[in-house]
């Protein structure tokens, strides 16, 4: 059972699992989000592109280091970064969804081309980590634009969350077909974060360890299948 009286000021939003920086808990950000006065309004939604650029940007350097491992034919290792570039991802398109229905838009975005319809997956593993990284290097970009220009004018600040959420999918439609076409079992982002964040209350809360929390919330996970 969790640890009661924990404070959730005192959790860790970050870990460091292989360099890597992931927030632990989306839904926990999203509370603090809500009940800040300064995450309301368009500087929200800017600072929302702004986290999904960062995970983006975390997503392409787990694709490249893949593509490294692959040229050694680690695959242990290859396969340990696309879980982490499917982790990133899917959390910098959630946060890109939230940053479009924030910044005003009406109605859903049409879908990109389903991936068998556009271009299929290469033989070569280390060029398909290549694209990817790229799509989500293009992602990170546009969302970068994006928070420059919500704090702007509010139809150009739309326009740009509209582009920003496009590329967004498109990244992660291809890491997705990645992990699916190589067999890689992957957790979603947030389904990883809640129970990590269930270990760490129930281990007393303590500060400085959380990778030990997120490594273990996805080991039970794996267990669970």
């Known amino acids: 059972m969790a640890e009661q009286g924990c404070l959730l000021s005192s959790y860790p939003d970050k870990i460091g699992i292989g360099g890597s920086n992931p927030p632990l808990s989306a839904t926990v950000l999203s509370n603090r989000a809500a009940s800040t006065p300064n995450h309301r309004g368009r500087n929200?939604?800017?600072?929302?592109?702004?986290?999904?650029?960062?995970?983006?940007?975390l997503a392409a350097h787990a694709h490249r280091t893949a593509a490294e491992h692959n040229e050694n034919e680690n695959n242990?290792?290859?396969?340990?970064?696309?879980?982490?570039?499917?982790?990133?991802?899917?959390?910098?398109?959630?946060?890109?969804?939230e940053a479009y229905s924030n910044s005003g838009q009406l109605g859903s975005l049409e879908p990109t081309p389903a991936l068998h319809d556009t271009e299929p997956l290469y033989q070569n593993r280390k060029q398909n980590h290549n694209r990817a990284a790229e799509l989500h290097d293009r992602a990170?970009?546009?969302?970068?634009?994006?928070?420059?220009?919500?704090?702007?004018?509010?139809?150009?600040?739309?326009?740009?969350?509209?582009?920003?959420l496009y590329h967004s999918q498109a990244a992660n439609e291809l890491t997705k077909a990645m992990a699916s076409g190589y067999g890689v079992t992957t957790f979603a982002h947030d389904e990883i974060a809640t129970l990590a964040y269930?270990?760490?209350?129930?281990?007393?809360?303590?500060?400085?360890?959380?990778?030990?929390?997120?490594?273990?919330?996805?080991?039970?996970?794996?267990?669970?299948?």
């Open 44 to 57: 929200a939604v800017s600072d929302t592109h702004r986290q999904s650029a960062d995970q983006h940007e």
């Open 76 to 97: 242990e290792l290859v396969n340990w970064h696309l879980q982490r570039a499917m982790q990133y991802s899917d959390h910098a398109y959630k946060l890109a969804k």
């Open 140 to 164: 990170a970009n546009a969302h970068r634009v994006a928070q420059k220009h919500e704090k702007g004018d509010e139809i150009t600040g739309q326009k740009h969350s509209h582009q920003a």
């Open 198 to 225: 269930e270990l760490w209350q129930a281990r007393g809360c303590p500060y400085g360890s959380p990778e030990e929390d997120w490594s273990r919330a996805e080991s039970e996970l794996r267990a669970r299948q």
